[in-house]
């Protein structure tokens, strides 16, 4: 986030946000993964993570409308990005070991917003702080559960 942007809003608001950018790219990989993979299980497990980040996502999405902000997600240049990084690098193999080993590190990486975000925002409310810690717990289990397809 611009730190012109960040300086325009609360810690609180800002971490918020912070959630609602990392939920909303891990389900558009997701949603972008699950029709490249045959292996059922795989997919299972990618369903049942989207679920997850929806349901953290929705809570994020609530707790902005609580304190009177519109969720700002992912833009479409972030979506762009990942889209084509998706489609490049499974364009020669949709393999569930190159997939799970992609949606690994896109967890790793999950990981490493979230806790930049927990110490750029230390005023964010224990509220706030609470659903980035569950985030990050989230990504950090997601990621271990990627590695097992490997």
């Not at 942007?5 to 997701?30: P, R, Y």
């Not at 292996?39 to 990618?46: N, S």
Request: hydrophobic share 35%.
């Amino acid at each position: 986030m611009p730190k012109e942007e960040q300086n325009q809003m609360s810690d609180n608001e800002a971490m918020l946000q912070e959630i609602v950018q990392n939920t909303e790219t891990g389900k558009n990989t997701l949603d972008e993964m699950m029709g490249l993979t045959h292996d059922q299980k795989l997919r299972d497990e990618m369903m049942r993570q989207r679920k997850e980040f929806r349901r953290i996502s929705q809570q994020a999405h609530n707790a902005l409308d609580a304190i009177g902000a519109e969720a700002k997600g992912q833009t479409a240049a972030a979506k762009m990005s990942v889209s084509m990084g998706i489609r490049t690098r499974t364009m020669l193999d949709k393999s569930t070991r190159n997939l799970a080993t992609m949606l690994a590190e896109g967890s790793g990486q999950g990981v490493l917003e979230c806790r930049k975000a927990v110490s750029d925002y230390p005023n964010a409310s224990p509220g706030a702080q609470r659903l980035m810690q569950e985030l990050c717990s989230f990504e950090a289990s997601a990621e271990q559960a990627w590695r097992e397809f490997v």
